[in-house]
């Protein structure tokens, strides 16, 4: 982000998380509902130049358009409204004009039911080797596949699904958004199962008393490997 405080602002009303931190170096927010860890945002000198890679679907509490006029009095932007195959959504924008999608409620005929984060959707040259990668690297399964997608979901009910899909345009720039996995062991032994798997490591990083390595899923998208248990992390730490 540009701002990472009043982005942070943003999504924790929009997805009713708590904003722990709202520093202009480095805003959280934690999810009350233990379901992800949270969401960070971090400074960035770039500015944003073209459509996110990687962008949140979220699931109306009630229905699409309650939940595009509560989003949009927090200062989103709605850029256009969708119908595709048996599907509908509302594309929109956060106040930097980072791309989410709200999807349909329960009540309108929503194949999940829980509010808030539902997935997270990755856009791939080839989406089935990136889903495979990520279904090992994950310990998730195949939820659904089509043409031009798969849907891949966590072991938990509330694991937020991730979803790959098939789009032209090659990736050029640096993600905007990333994962961050938590090892069960260690950092290095996390980095060198992953990349059994493909994944390519980037470099390491060493900031303000922490500590994490970068690496690149089959197509190049970022996500971080942090510290796990055997290096000393605690769940209490952020």
Request: with cysteine.
């Amino acid at each position: 982000c540009a701002d990472p405080a009043r982005v942070a602002s943003f999504w924790a009303g929009a997805l009713g998380y708590t904003l722990v931190d709202a520093d202009p170096g480095g805003a959280y927010d934690a999810d009350p509902s233990g379901r992800v860890r949270g969401l960070f945002f971090q400074p960035v000198p770039e500015p944003k130049t073209v459509k996110n890679r990687v962008h949140l679907d979220l699931r109306a509490p009630d229905t699409m358009a309650a939940e595009v006029e509560r989003i949009g009095a927090l200062g989103a932007t709605q850029l256009r409204y969708v119908e595709e195959g048996a599907g509908w959504w509302t594309v929109m924008a956060d106040p930097e004009g980072n791309e989410f999608c709200v999807l349909r409620g329960a009540g309108e005929g929503g194949r999940r039911t829980t509010p808030g984060l539902d997935s997270v959707v990755v856009d791939c040259g080839d989406p089935f080797p990136v889903a495979a990668f990520w279904i090992e690297a994950l310990g998730y399964r195949e939820h659904e596949r089509g043409d031009t997608g798969i849907e891949i979901v966590g072991p938990r009910p509330g694991d937020p699904m991730l979803s790959f899909v098939t789009v032209p345009e090659p990736k050029t720039v640096k993600n905007r958004l990333h994962l961050d996995v938590r090892p069960t062991d260690t950092m290095a032994t996390e980095v060198q199962r992953v990349e059994t798997l493909g994944a390519t490591q980037l470099r390491y990083v060493e900031e303000g008393g922490s500590r994490w390595t970068v690496m690149a899923d089959l197509e190049g998208n970022e996500f971080c490997v942090l510290r796990g248990p055997g290096d000393g992390w605690s769940p209490a730490e952020l």
